[in-house]
């Protein structure tokens, strides 16, 4: 599988992930406001890595194919830890995670210093959440929807 087979892959994927998950979010969270985002986020990785793993299924067939799949999962979680941390550049997000950190811990005493970390902190872990479950969720997909179309032999 040559490079640019696996960046057309990676770039399919993450599309196809942004168009599922504004429509999985419109619906689970109407359904959890706590855990619909991760359900919309997990089915959306789950079912764009599927039609990915089936659209470039001949592709994935032509060499090693954890090897192809994990050169295309890597490139899309990439994509995805910088979708993630480009959505914390929206105003009503720190306000929202103000609040989530207030709720949790007693402010009150709190310094700028104590505000800047701990954001930051609670920034990393939604990345580090993300990029598992891109690693994890993508890989399945894939290999899975890869094995649903079968080479066809020459």
């Not at 040559?2 to 196809?16: E, P, Q």
């Not at 192809?68 to 480009?86: K, Q």
């Amino acid at each position: 599988m040559k490079f640019s087979d696996v960046v057309t892959a990676a770039v399919s994927l993450s599309v196809i992930y942004i168009l599922l998950e504004f429509v999985l979010l419109a619906v689970f969270i109407q359904v959890s406001t706590v855990w619909g985002a991760d359900v919309a986020l997990i089915l959306s990785i789950l079912m764009a890595s599927l039609i990915v793993g089936y659209m470039f299924a001949a592709k994935i067939h032509e060499e090693s194919r954890r090897g192809a799949i994990s050169r295309i999962v890597v490139l899309f979680t990439l994509v995805l830890a910088f979708y993630t941390m480009a959505s914390f550049t929206n105003p009503y997000t720190s306000d929202a995670m103000k609040e989530g950190l207030e709720s949790m811990f007693s402010t009150g005493g709190w310094t700028t210093w104590d505000w800047v970390s701990y954001s930051a902190f609670l920034m990393e872990m939604i990345v580090a959440m993300y990029v598992v479950y891109a690693l994890v969720f993508g890989f399945i997909g894939l290999y899975v929807g890869s094995m649903l179309r079968k080479p066809k032999k020459s």
